[in-house]
């Protein structure tokens, strides 16, 4: 009894100090601590000068899409791919380490329209889940950047994911169709941003470090009743004015069938 007594006490011991990352994809009932499966993996690893990051490059990037899905190029004149976009995932989609060396950049300078594409779902679905990799860069007091916008099929707003600088305090931002909820952050840093949307429902938002640590996790109700269908990528909205430094975006993941939260690192 003493000996199994200190198992227990031992394995507990484990798991109080695993990584949480891995704790969470556990509790998800993934495969294994380290494989988790996705409907979709868009890995950016292509090179692509700005104004040419083309529908062709971006669906043969598309890992694991099932029929019906689109990636499609969109106004996008500022969206290029760079090195420096570049970060590896700590889990393997599909069971598929991380092994690309490029990523996702849109300059804001002298930007004046949007910088997007569009990834489509193969049909309407009540919920989904999206993670990604963003770094934040030192953007001005009040500025606003919608950066990743959630549609119905009729380009509908379902929700967004935002970054933005609020009197000093540089913030990540879910907006529903209920408000907001904000996570502080810090500039010129790596992030894994996840976000689940469900219809009328209560949607989550959570931010993780490069090392898979939670920063903060929050919720917002939403009550517009639209279904899900597409995901705006980039800068989705026309800012009426901008800064001159690059964000940079990797590795986006999709889950519509379960819409598994939270979803990677």
């Known amino acids: 009894m003493k000996i199994l007594l200190a198992l227990l006490l031992s394995a507990s011991g484990l798991f109080a100090q695993a990584d949480y990352s891995t704790l969470l994809l556990l509790s998800n009932s993934q495969t294994s601590g380290t494989n988790f499966t996705v409907d979709v993996w868009e890995t950016f690893d292509f090179t692509a000068t700005a104004g040419n990051v083309t529908t062709t490059l971006l669906e043969a990037n598309d890992n694991y899409a099932t029929t019906g899905y689109t990636a499609v190029q969109d106004t996008q004149t500022k969206m290029s791919t760079s090195t420096s ?22 300059d804001l300078t002298s930007l004046s329209a949007t910088s997007t594409a569009h990834f489509n779902c193969p049909s309407d679905t009540n919920s989904v889940s999206v993670g990604f990799w963003f770094r934040t860069a030192a953007i001005s007091d009040t500025r606003t950047y919608e950066i990743a916008l ?3 099929a009729g380009s509908d707003f379902c929700m ?10 540089y913030k990540l931002r879910q907006t529903t169709s209920d408000g907001n909820s904000d996570v502080n952050v810090s500039a010129n840093t790596w992030y894994w941003l ?3 949307y469900v219809r009328n429902g209560t949607c989550s938002f959570s931010v993780y470090t490069t090392s898979g640590s939670l ?4 919720t917002k109700t939403d009550s ?18 901008t800064d001159s430094v690059t964000l940079y975006y990797d590795d986006l993941l ?7 939260f939270p979803l990677g690192p």
């Open 224 to 241: 517009n009743n639209r279904v899900f269908n597409r995901l705006r990528f980039g800068i989705t909205t026309a800012p009426a004015a």
């Open 150 to 152: 959630f549609q119905n």
């Open 215 to 218: 920063v903060s996790a929050v």
């Open 85 to 106: 976009g570049e970060q590896t995932l700590i889990n393997r989609p599909g069971g598929v380490s991380d092994t690309g060396t490029r990523g996702l950049a849109i």
């Open 194 to 196: 996840t976000a689940k």
């Open 254 to 260: 999709f889950v519509w069938n379960g819409a598994i």
């Open 160 to 169: 967004s994911l935002n970054f933005r600088n609020d009197g000093g305090t």
